[in-house]
């Protein structure tokens, strides 16, 4: 079937996200549990902790900013009325790692979910992309989620759940991101390899894969309406996501209602790497 020559002219895309409030997923059995979330300063990280929140569970948010990462367990105490603790700490830093251990333990006597959130991101020509900037995001992007699963591995309850955030980048071609595309190839893979392993133990990994979305790092491509228009070309449904989006998507693979998804990656991108 060939496309048609013309997008009608009442075409509008895909619905925007309903409000915040309508977009609530509900999954009851995460109540009372502790979530690891790292990369919770901002964006995808600091809504998933309060969707994590919203359903009862306790999210120990992990961040470098200290100050950014207090504002959120404010706002999630005010909202939700649940404490949420916080761990100063760079997941690249092999110190850090045990100290974000010991913190999880001083809140509960098992770890029920990690979500990896954490990562860096730099736009750049391949030609402009040293090794040392390669090395910086390997560690953060892969190195540091590789050293935390492994250290909370042995404080993990029974069916516990463990999820990656990846990047659309890992099945497509962009450019300007060799070194993040690198990386998060890394990220999926090592889900992969870490599903099938874990998976006897009773703990399920899996991946989310979200596309653009409205984050501190697409703020430019956003406030620049050419690029914005760029890029939601290649959209199919011609918006950019939003970080609620995101955040619900994870909360499933966080839960039960996934008991039976193991070493899958949940693409969330409006159809972007669909074509």
Do not use: W
């Amino acid at each position: 079937m060939t496309k048609p020559d013309a997008v009608p002219a009442d075409f509008r895309g895909i619905a925007a996200a309903p409000a915040e409030v309508d977009l609530a997923p509900r999954f009851p059995d995460l109540a009372g549990k502790l979530i690891l979330v790292t990369g919770a300063t901002t964006g995808i990280g600091a809504e998933i902790a309060r969707q994590a929140a919203r359903n009862e569970a306790v999210p120990l948010l992990i961040g470098r900013r200290k100050a950014e990462l207090e504002r959120v367990a404010v706002q999630i105490a005010e909202e939700t009325g649940v404490r949420a603790p916080v761990v100063t700490a760079d997941i690249g830093d092999d110190d850090a790692i045990q100290r974000i251990v010991a913190a999880a333990r001083e809140v509960a006597a098992q770890i029920d979910v990690l979500v990896h959130c954490a990562g860096v991101f730099h736009y750049l020509p391949f030609a402009d992309t040293d090794t040392a900037l390669l090395d910086e995001m390997h560690r953060a992007n892969v190195r540091g989620p590789f050293a935390l699963t492994k250290a909370v591995l042995p404080h993990l309850s029974k069916n516990a759940s463990i999820v990656f955030i990846g990047s659309n980048v890992s099945t497509m071609g962009y450019a300007y991101t060799s070194a993040y595309t690198a990386t998060k190839g890394g990220v999926e893979a090592l889900a992969r390899c870490l599903a099938v392993e874990l998976a006897p133990q009773g703990i399920r990994v899996n991946t989310v894969s979200p596309g653009l979305t409205k984050t501190d790092m697409t703020i430019r491509m956003r406030e620049e309406p050419e690029l914005e228009r760029a890029a939601r070309a290649v959209i199919p449904a011609d918006r950019i996501g939003e970080t609620r989006e995101i955040a619900a998507a994870t909360l499933f693979l966080c839960s039960a209602s996934s008991s039976y998804v193991v070493g899958a990656t949940l693409t969330v991108d409006g159809g972007h790497s669909a074509p």
